[in-house]
């Protein structure tokens, strides 16, 4: 998972030389492809490859083009020739904001990674390591021996409080994580509706669900607000993001405007939350289900801390604890879908792409691939040791995408996510309870969808 450089073969051939790509099978009359979409997103997108490297979707009268090849994906991803843009981002624009870094695209967006990256780079870490740290053990705390935890809840709660805490410095994070995670969770799930059943008016009528969004979603905005209003009364300017947005130039050296810092913020804790509340779902879930892994990690931690609380420090030498992270987000990756929109006529493994063509993508069925991964749909973390990991064709795996629109958020993501896990594998063993339903819930990301464990203290 290192950023790569290298731009892949995208390269536009002659015109007359470039095919349509194919239609890919099982559409029904009028609704196209459309209701195997809705019905199994997952299965039908990892079906697709079989039917090309790219295909046509029909969804109702709109063609859709999917690309189904890691090569492609991470050529599509480093050309100019695509733009963030489609179903999926204009769904995201409309609730949270149209001028935060995640739609954002060209000049603007280009500006905006300037602002927000120093607060992400890899030697800005080590600062959220105290933060971290802190957070995980104490969640390891909250939990009670024998006790059910709410394993959604607790991920929220905790993945809102490290971002906020670390990237906001806010000393008022605990009540705000609450409201966040509530809002937050009720905004997704409405969200995901609104994108895969568009209804238009009918999320208009006062209707008990739709007052429910709306109220999350005017407390999200409302949040932000809040925060931003504290910290500029506070007149303290830490080195944080948030100072960096505030004190962010547009274009031509002027301060950037209200709705701009509004939108960046949302546009950062939004995604952040979600993808890695999920992400910490599906580590517990493995966790539980892999014990043997449990078993190794916690020897691992041990052997590295000689019994001591893990800290933030041991991080990088968890080799084993971090290969299971990753192998997590392999199959079960928070980000399981991607669109992107074409800026002009091109080309994608010598077929023809038109301007405006919309472009999805899967995460998911690229990492779950067989044809890129032995045993593909087993959970086997040494696929990652070193002399293995070269087995992986390049682009088979790229949970925080490559390109300009990579997760500026990668390294902060892996070092929290391999310190939470070495901090709860130390502690406990987990096992599902009655009520429990670990069936993956798609929805803007994947996660289980309501996954309850009881803690058992390891002694
Ligand atoms: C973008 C995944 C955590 C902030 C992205 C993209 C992916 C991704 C795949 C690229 C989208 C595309 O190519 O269209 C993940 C995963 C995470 C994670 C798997 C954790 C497991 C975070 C966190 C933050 C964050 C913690 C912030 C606190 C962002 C932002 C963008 C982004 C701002 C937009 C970047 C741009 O368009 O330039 N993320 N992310 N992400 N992510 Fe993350």
Known sequence: MTVESVRPEAQPREASELREPPLAGGGVPLLGHGWKLVRDPLAFMAAL????????????????????????????????DFKIDGPLWESLEGLLGKEGVATANGP???????????????????????????????????????????????????????????????????????????????VFRGMYRRMVVPLGPLYK???????????????????????????????????????????????????IGEQEIHDQVVAIVTPGSETVASTIMWLLHVLAEHPEHADKVCAEVESVTGGRPVAFADVRSLRHTNNVVVEAMRLRPAVW????????????????????????????????????????????????????????????????SVGNRKCPSDHFSMAQLTLITAALATKYRFEQVPGSNDVTRVGITLRPHKLLLRPVPRD
């Open 108 to 186: 603007r967006h280009r500006r905006q990674r300037r602002t927000i990256q120093p607060a992400f780079r890899l030697d800005a870490i080590p600062a959220y390591g105290p933060i971290m740290e802190e957070e995980a053990h104490a969640l390891t705390e909250r939990w009670k021996p024998g006790e059910t935890v709410d394993c959604t809840s607790e991920s929220f709660r905790i993945a809102v409080r490290i971002a906020a805490r670390c990237l906001l410095r806010g000393e008022y994070m605990d009540e705000r994580a609450e409201r966040l995670c509530n809002a937050l969770a009720t």
């Open 337 to 400: 879908i991607l669109t992107r929109r074409a800026v002009t006529d091109t080309s994608l493994g010598g077929y023809r792409i038109p301007a405006g063509a919309d472009i999805v993508y899967s995460p998911y069925a690229i990492q779950r691939d067989g044809k890129s991964y032995v045993h593909n749909l087993e959970f086997d973390p040494d696929r990652w040791l070193p002399e293995r990991v070269k087995d992986v064709p390049k682009y088979a795996m790229s949970p925080f």
């Open 205 to 255: 009528l006062p209707l008990p669900p739709n007052r429910e969004f709306n109220r999350a979603l005017a407390d999200l905005h409302l949040l932000v607000d809040e925060i931003v209003a504290e910290r500029r009364a506070s007149g303290q300017r830490p080195d944080d993001l948030l100072t960096a947005l505030l004190e962010a130039k547009d274009e031509n050296g002027d301060p």
């Open 49 to 80: 490859r079989d039917h090309g490297d790219v295909v046509r979707l029909k969804l109702g009268p709109k063609t859709v083009y999917a690309v189904t090849t890691p090569e492609l994906t991470g050529a599509m991803a480093l050309s100019t």
